[in-house]
């Protein structure tokens, strides 16, 4: 295992427990050294709703505290401790993240090359059903290269307004 993964796990090893208290999960980790500095990028997500910038300082705080105090390898010197949401067009990274976001406008490129945009209409097994310009197209999961959230901003609008 490479060095960089060792301390990616040990990272979340550490981080994951902190989450689950304060109600959050871990949507990614990375980590990052040069010869510069050292950043800590942390992702969380809540599944219950929408992440805001007191709930990424609220953890930045304490995972910021915890990290200070435990000696984790390759943050002995100085670290950039980075905290954030996944974002409105946050990539669907399982099939559990797509049932989450049913009836969402998705956009989305397959391993063959396809892509597209459209409404995320239902998952049957692993396939992902979307309504494509009135097309309805069936695509296992794990034929995406990348799906994610696409923001309709006139829709957003309208229904707000």
Known sequence: MEEKEKV????SEL????????GFELYDLQFMKS????????????TDGYVSIEDCASVSS??????DLKEVRGLEERYVLEVS???????????SDCE???NSQVSFRTEDGESGVGRLLNIEG???????NGNMRSIN?????????????????????
């Not at 010869?35 to 809540?46: A, E, G, L, S, W």
């Not at 304490?62 to 990290?67: Q, T």
């Open 15 to 22: 981080v994951v427990p902190i989450l689950e208290r304060m």
């Open 141 to 161: 999961f794990d034929d995406f290269e990348v799906i994610r959230i696409k923001m309709d901003l006139e829709e957003e609008l309208q229904r707000k307004g």
């Open 35 to 46: 010869k510069r500095r050292t950043i800590v990028r942390i992702v969380i997500d809540n």
């Open 85 to 95: 949401s996944p974002g409105i067009e946050r990539e669907l990274r399982n099939i």
């Open 126 to 132: 692993r396939n992902c059903i979307i309504d494509v």
């Open 100 to 102: 989450r976001f049913i």
């Open 62 to 67: 304490r995972v910021g505290a915890m990290l």
């Open 8 to 11: 990616i796990r040990e990272l």
